[in-house]
């Protein structure tokens, strides 16, 4: 789907109520944020400031260490980056620029948002997004990630008791909607033009990440770029998978530089993948690079498998250029000097809109 372009604009009915609605909106958010940010830096619970009581505050901890034994991939530390990361994001100075741009409801209609499971939170922008627009949302929870929102969602309604008639969760089959914003894989797409392509909607399908890199890069500037590859295990779609090196680079720089990212190889899911895609390697006899916890193919391939990085040599920013706009539907971030900063791929702002498409600007068209 392409992106949705359309005018800025105010409220046309119930301009006033419209107004005050989103600022309660934003009010909560906000105190969501203040609670999401302590939780993500494990900060101790000191009073009521960040909207809970300490049995409740405790009550989300263990949940957060125990999103482990639901899902291998979520670490608790991986957790906590996701909660801090989106956190940041929801304070009443951003919330108030970012919407202002958009038309708030005054006639919601039922979203429904198919969530994806890779990394802890993926569809929490989305939720955010649809709610803000003035719009009601069902989610459809992933499996693997079925616990976090819905306990965030039961604080936020106690800021904002309007809410609780205006979100649902469900693992199951989603029984009413106007309108669906899905993420998946290339695979999940065929579903999702079955079952949802008649009612308007966003469908996201794989993509992934690259970094270029200039040969000026500091040691730091590569361990940074180390979490943008190794951040939840490489599974999100703002992960670098694939590097753009000027030829003559030493690799010994980028290994050097991501050296201090080696425990990552500790995850017993991480590390079947590394093993099993080092083995198909030498058994069909392929050159790589290998320092133990992670492996290097040369190859132009954009998407590369998880615990691989696929890399190739440019020789002009004219073949950089070329390589980007032959990926551009298959490239979610660039990474580099000139593009979004070192570690920063997945510390996404909130008009960062996945696959380009601007999600507020679809949710106010579509409730025109």
């Known amino acids: 789907m392409k992106k949705i372009e359309g005018k800025k604009g105010n409220c046309p009915k119930r301009k006033y109520f419209c107004q005050v609605e989103r600022k309660e909106l934003i009010k909560g958010f906000v105190q969501l944020g203040k609670l999401m940010v302590a939780l993500g830096e494990h900060q101790s619970w000191e009073n009521f400031s960040i909207g809970v009581t300490k049995e409740e505050y405790d009550q989300l901890n263990r949940l957060i260490t125990k999103q482990f034994f639901y899902n291998g991939w979520f670490t608790e ?72 929102l819905p306990a965030l969602a039961e604080h936020l309604v106690h800021y904002v008791p309007e809410l609780k008639e205006r979100i649902q969760f469900t693992t199951g089959r989603v029984a009413k909607m106007d309108a669906v914003i899905a993420t998946g894989s290339d695979n ?26 200039s040969g000026n890069e500091t040691k730091e500037d590569i361990q940074q770029l180390g979490h943008d590859i190794f951040n939840y295990f490489g599974l999100g779609c703002r992960n670098v998978s694939h590097l753009l090196l000027p030829e003559g680079f030493d690799l010994n720089r980028f290994f050097e530089g991501i050296i201090s990212h080696s425990a990552i190889v500790n995850n017993n899911k991480y590390a079947n993948n590394y093993d099993y895609n080092k083995a198909i390697f030498l058994l069909n006899k392929q050159d790589l690079l290998d320092n133990h916890f992670v492996l290097l193919k040369e190859s132009k391939e954009l998407f590369s498998p998880l ?62």
């Open 188 to 213: 999940s797409l065929n579903y999702f033009e079955q079952y949802f392509g008649k009612y308007p909607h966003i469908f996201r399908k794989n993509r992934t990440s690259v970094a270029v890199l």
């Open 77 to 148: 530390e991986h957790v906590r980056t996701s909660l801090a990361s989106l956190g940041y994001q929801l304070t009443s100075e951003k919330l108030i620029e970012w919407t202002n741009d958009y038309i708030y409801c005054d006639q919601p209609k039922w979203v429904a948002v198919i969530m994806a499971g890779n990394i802890p939170l993926v569809g929490f922008h989305d939720f955010l997004c649809v709610l803000l627009s003035g719009n009601h949302v069902v989610c459809k929870l992933s499996s693997d990630d079925k616990t976090l």
């Open 307 to 368: 615990a691989v990085v696929h890399y190739h040599y440019y020789s002009s920013k004219e073949d950089v250029a070329e390589y980007l706009e032959t990926h551009v539907d298959q490239i979610q971030v660039v990474v580099g000097n000139g593009f979004i900063p070192f570690g920063k791929a997945q510390c996404p702002l909130l008009d960062d809109y996945a696959d380009g498409i601007d999600t507020m600007r679809f949710l106010e068209t579509m409730t025109r």
